[in-house]
């Protein structure tokens, strides 16, 4: 039977306390977030389809469009956090000892509704905002000309030609990426837990990486290179590793915030 969970109000207010971990606990993050994978099972694989044929479409949007490829993967991972919310509330089910409940688990941001709303806004902006400085690097690095989808990789990296652009792009990404992981990497966790307003959340996510810079770093380096991985196999890794990450992701939360 689907639970009906009622919204939550915004009475909580100010940023959560934070533990120090060591950069080890990573690899347990990633042991548990299995466990949950393997645990919930179909409900978790069905938002990795979810989200690997979200890729799937928006790379066949850009298929005449070789330079918004990269803007386009990038502006992907900055919306990943808020589309896990789903699967944090999977772990969070079976944490509590429910049955994994694939309805509840996707109207889950109804206990925080104003905040998590908030939340997604933040990222779509910070995506706007990563595609137009994509796009001037390109403008600007590119010689005029719109790059073909097909020749694409070719170019940036194997021809030297664009060793700038390539160097430029990454750097911008980079920051763009730092930025955007300290403000997310609990912020979606703790909104769903807690009833909490978004400066509070994305605060308490920055002092978990101030205060665990070793691990934040090794975390992000992690969740990055899984990421590609899944990138790598055209998508389909994705169907698994998303949802591994996520409640990978959730276990992260629950060692580096203080209930």
């Known amino acids: 039977m689907t639970q009906i969970v009622h919204p939550v109000p915004n009475v909580g207010s100010g940023p959560l306390p934070v533990r120090q971990v060591d950069a080890a606990r990573t690899l347990v993050w990633l042991r548990r977030g299995w466990e949950d994978l393997k645990a919930i099972g179909r409900p978790s694989l069905a938002f990795g389809l979810f989200f690997a044929v979200a890729g799937w479409v928006l790379l066949g949007l850009a298929a005449g469009a070789g330079y918004l490829v990269p803007a386009l993967i990038g502006g992907f991972l900055l919306i ?8 944090y509330a999977l772990s969070l089910q079976r944490e509590a000892g429910r049955a994994p409940d694939l309805t509840a688990a996707a109207f889950s941001w109804r206990r925080n509704t104003g905040s998590i709303a908030l939340y997604g806004l933040m990222l779509a902006l910070c995506l706007i905002l990563w595609e137009r400085v994509a796009a001037i690097v390109f403008a600007l690095s590119y010689g005029g000309t719109v790059p073909n989808l097909g020749r694409l990789m070719q170019d940036l990296v194997f021809s030297g030609t664009y060793t700038p652009l390539l160097l430029a792009f990454l750097a911008v990404g980079a920051l763009f990426a730092l930025m955007v992981f300290s403000l997310s990497v609990v912020t979606g966790q703790v909104l769903l837990d807690h009833p ?30 899984l990421t590609a991985i899944g990138f790598a196999t055209a998508m389909i890794g994705l169907i698994v590793i998303y949802p591994w990450l996520a409640h990978a992701s959730w276990h992260a939360y629950r060692d580096l915030v203080e209930r």
Do not use: E, K, Y
Not at 210 to 222: C, D, E, H, I, Q
């Open 196 to 225: 909490l307003d978004l400066v509070s959340a994305a605060l308490t996510s920055m002092q978990c990486c101030l205060r665990n810079p070793g691990a934040m770093l090794r975390w992000a380096v992690l969740l990055a290179l």
């Open 80 to 87: 990943a956090p808020f589309a896990a919310i789903g699967l």
